[in-house]
C-alpha cells in the first residue's frame, strides 16, 4: 500500500523558517486532512512532497523516494496544489491530452477522467471560460490522468459551491473506498471531519496533534479541537 512519509523535514525561505523538522507519516488507502492556520507551513510541506520545493533538511518520501526519483511521477502521485496551470485559450480536453502526451498517457484517458470529475459536457469549452469550481474539477481531472494510487491536493475546494463541496466529498470517499491514498489541506474543519480518516495538525511549521478523526476529537468536533490545539500551541 502507498506511503507518504515526512522525516524531520525543514525548509526555510530566508529568514523564515515555513516547516520546522516535520516528521509524519501517512497512512496507505486512507484520507488524510492536512491542517493548520494560515502560514501554518502546510503548501510549503506539499511542496517539498512533490519537488516543487527543495527541502531544508531532512525528506519527504513517496513509497520511500523522493518525487524526483519516482519512474512514472504521474502513475504514482496526482496533485492539486495550484489551479492556473492550462492553457486558457483552449478546451480542457486539449489541455489534458497535451498532459498525457507528455507523460506517455493514451489521449483516451483525457476522456475518461473528464467524465469522472463530471466535465464531459464543457470539453470543448475553452477553459478561461470555466468557472472556478470547473477549473477545480480540470485540475483534480489532471491529477488523475495517471491513474495514481496518491493524490496530494492543496485546498481543492476552495471556490467550489455547496453542491461542488458535497460532490468532492463523496469522490474523494470512493476514491479512497478503492484503496486511493489522499492527502488533502483545507481549512473547510466541518467539511473534514466528514470526509476525513486522520488528521495531522500544523501550526508555525511544527506538528501539533496527528492521529484519527475520533482521537483528535474526542466528543466534541474538529473545529473546537483545532481551536483548542493552536490556542494551545500558541
Ligand atoms: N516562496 C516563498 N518565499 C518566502 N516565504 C515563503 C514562500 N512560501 C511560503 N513562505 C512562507 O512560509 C510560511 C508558510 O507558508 P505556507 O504557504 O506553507 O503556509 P500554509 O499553511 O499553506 O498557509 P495557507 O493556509 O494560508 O495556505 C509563511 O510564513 C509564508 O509566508
Ligand atoms: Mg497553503
Not at 525561505?13 to 516535520?22: I, N, P, Q, T
Not at 519527504?60 to 492556473?84: C, D, Q
Not at 480518516?197 to 474538529?222: F, H, P
Request: charged fraction near 20%; include cysteine.
Amino acid at each position: 500500500m502507498a506511503k507518504i512519509e515526512f522525516h524531520e523535514l525543514t525548509k526555510a525561505y530566508k529568514d523564515v523558517v515555513a516547516v520546522k523538522g516535520l516528521t509524519a507519516s501517512i497512512q496507505g488507502g486512507r484520507i488524510t486532512g492536512f491542517l493548520g492556520p494560515n502560514g501554518a507551513g502546510k503548501s510549503t510541506a506539499l511542496k517539498c512532497l512533490l519537488s516543487l520545493a527543495h527541502p531544508t533538511s531532512g525528506s519527504a518520501l513517496i513509497n520511500g523516494s523522493p518525487y524526483e526519483e519516482l519512474e512514472h511521477p504521474l502513475k504514482s502521485v496526482g496533485a492539486v496544489i495550484e489551479t492556473g496551470g492550462f492553457n486558457p485559450a483552449i478546451s480542457g480536453l486539449k489541455n489534458l491530452k497535451i498532459i498525457a502526451a507528455a507523460a506517455g498517457i493514451p489521449d483516451s484517458r483525457a476522456l475518461e477522467v473528464l467524465d469522472l470529475v463530471d466535465l464531459t459536457e464543457a470539453r470543448s469549452k475553452k477553459v478561461k471560460h470555466y468557472s472556478l469550481g470547473m477549473k477545480q474539477r480540470l485540475s483534480l481531472a489532471a491529477a488523475l490522468l495517471g491513474e495514481p494510487e496518491i493524490l496530494v491536493l492543496d485546498e481543492p475546494s476552495n471556490g467550489l459551491d455547496p453542491i461542488g463541496i458535497a460532490w468532492l466529498r463523496e469522490f474523494l470517499k470512493k476514491l479512497s473506498a478503492k484503496g486511493h491514498t489522499i492527502l488533502v489541506s483545507s481549512h473547510q474543519l466541518a467539511e473534514m471531519q466528514h470526509t476525513v480518516d486522520d488528521v495531522i495538525i500544523l501550526n508555525k511549521g511544527r506538528v501539533i496533534a496527528s492521529g484519527s478523526v475520533q482521537e483528535i476529537i474526542g466528543d466534541g468536533t474538529l473545529e473546537e479541537a483545532f481551536i483548542r490545539l493552536v490556542e494551545s500551541a500558541a
